[in-house]
T-cell receptor
Framework: DAKTTQPTSMDCAEGRAANLPCNHS???????VYWYRQIHSQGPQYIIH???NNETNEMASLIITEDRKSSTLILPHATLRDTAVYYC????????????FGPGTRLSVLP | DTGVSQDPRHKITKRGQNVTFRCDPI?????LYWYRQTLGQGPEFLTY????????KSRLLSDRFSAERPKGSFSTLEIQRTEQGDSAMYLC?????????????FGEGSRLTVL
């Protein structure tokens, strides 16, 4: 079973920041938080991951609370092409263990 | 550079027939994963290879399912005696030994429809 809970769906206006929350209250000390997204009819795409520090890359920012029980993925300037299902996943290490996907959050970016 | 490629992209078959899907991972990626995804759900793990060794199998992988990766490169997923409940998208992903991000690279998937 997925170790995370996410809202089922969210809307965001084009050009605004999209903030996608994720709860992972049972996360262990050696578990990373990963975010993937899946655009309709495509395979999932890696976005970002982190352990306890906030992370930023060209796609998004990841904010992890100090107690690591929740995190937020931020898309700073959402575009229509960011409409997708976003999955928050926790996993113990970088090698071997599979990713357990939950149902994710369906983000709709509106014009 | 080619990403993960899967073939066929779509397959329609009648109940009881056998089907086989092929996955070509990114070159030199030693890890290969198969997932299944039904409508409205996230991908569900089926099995995982490191090189040619099948290291993990989900209980979802019934005895009608078999996966191989004979030379540690491409992989096949075969479903025997298909049932309507097998209708789903079958996704393949790969990752490399030196991938510090643990990032999986997914293919576009093979959609199976069992009539």
């Amino acid at each position: 079973d997925a170790k995370t809970t996410q809202p089922t769906s969210m809307d965001c206006a084009e050009g605004r920041a999209a903030n996608l929350p994720c709860n992972h209250s049972t996360i262990s000390g050696n578990e990373y938080v990963y975010w993937y997204r899946q655009i309709h009819s495509q395979g999932p795409q890696y976005i970002i991951h982190g352990l306890k520090n906030n992370e930023t890359n060209e796609m998004a920012s990841l904010i992890i609370t100090e107690d690591r029980k929740s995190s937020t993925l931020i898309l700073p300037h959402a575009t229509l092409r960011d409409t997708a299902v976003y999955y928050c996943i926790v996993r113990a290490d970088n090698y071997g263990q599979n990713f357990v996907f939950g149902p994710g959050t369906r983000l709709s970016v509106l014009p | 550079d080619t990403g993960v490629s899967q073939d066929p992209r779509h397959k329609i078959t009648k109940r009881g027939q056998n089907v086989t899907f092929r996955c070509d991972p990114i070159s030199e990626h030693n890890r290969l994963y198969w997932y299944r995804q039904t409508l409205g759900q996230g991908p569900e793990f089926l099995t995982y290879f490191q090189n040619e060794a099948q290291l993990e199998k989900s209980r979802l992988l019934s005895d009608r399912f078999s996966a191989e990766r004979p030379k540690g490169s491409f992989s096949t997923l075969e479903i025997q005696r298909t049932e309507q409940g097998d209708s789903a998208m079958y996704l393949c992903a790969s990752s490399g030994w030196d991938s510090f991000t643990g990032e999986l690279f997914f293919g576009e998937g093979s959609r199976l429809t069992v009539l």
